[in-house]
Every structure is written in structure tokens, then in C-alpha cells.
């Protein structure tokens, strides 16, 4: 099994920046993708950054790419999300997730694939 825990949410006016942290625990050695998602309220879960965790490769979503960098410490336990130039189509509960799964790289941020996950931490981004 393996635990994750966010942290580095919180309110920023547009155009700041805030990174967030997902600390893996447990199982970590299992673990070959980590990745962010968020959900605003009355909207799907949107993928936003991957990381495969051995390679180093990372895959953006459009709406997030140039602006947020997704990153991980040398441990390949923990995994950061900087985010610069927010606006508030930013604002939502983003949530760390792990996956053990082989995962073709066009599906990377399809959530279906990830089998652990975090209880997310609130970005809020005021105009």
C-alpha cells in the first residue's frame, strides 16, 4: 500500500504562485507514476501534471502548460507542483495521486489508471 499526503494549498491573488508537496509513504519502491489532479466543484477531475517516477519524463495538460512544474525530490518519494501565473480557473481541490500500473503515455493523466491517492489540499486564486 501506499499512503499520500499533500500539503501547500491555500489563497493567492492571480498571477502568484504557490507549490504544492505530496509526500509517498509505504510502498514507494511500487510507485512508477505520480501525478496532480483538481476538481473544481460541478466539474470533472482533471489531470494536470505527471511524472513517470524512474525516467524523469513529465506531461502537462494544455491549460497548465508554461506555467506549472511538476518536479521530485531525489528520493523519488515526494513529488512538487509549482504553480506561477495563477488565475482563478485555477481554484480547486488538487490531489496527489500514485500509480503502479504500465501506462501508455497518451493516457499519463487519465485518473482511471491511478489506484492511490491523497485527500487534497485547496488552491484558491482570488482576481
Known amino acids: 500500500q501506499v499512503q499520500l499526503v499533500e500539503s501547500g494549498g491555500g489563497s493567492v491573488q492571480a498571477g502568484g504562485s504557490l507549490r504544492l508537496s505530496c509526500a509517498a509513504s509505504?510502498?514507494?519502491?511500487?510507485?512508477?507514476?505520480m501525478a496532480w489532479f483538481r476538481q473544481a466543484p460541478g466539474t470533472e477531475r482533471e489531470g494536470v501534471a505527471v511524472?513517470?517516477?524512474?525516467?524523469?519524463?513529465?506531461y502537462y495538460a494544455d491549460s497548465v502548460k508554461g506555467r506549472f512544474t511538476i518536479s521530485q525530490d531525489t528520493a523519488k518519494t515526494t513529488v512538487f507542483l509549482q504553480m506561477d501565473s495563477l488565475n482563478p480557473e485555477d481554484t480547486a481541490m488538487y490531489s496527489c495521486?500514485?500509480?503502479?500500473?504500465?501506462?501508455?503515455?497518451?493516457?499519463?493523466?487519465?485518473?482511471?489508471?491511478?489506484?492511490?491517492w491523497g485527500s487534497g489540499t485547496q488552491v484558491t486564486v482570488s482576481s
Open positions: 495521486a500514485a500509480s503502479s500500473r504500465a501506462i501508455e503515455r497518451s493516457q499519463w493523466l487519465v485518473r482511471e489508471y491511478y489506484n492511490y
Open positions: 509505504g510502498s514507494t519502491y511500487a510507485i512508477d507514476y
Open positions: 511524472m513517470q517516477t524512474l525516467s524523469g519524463l513529465t
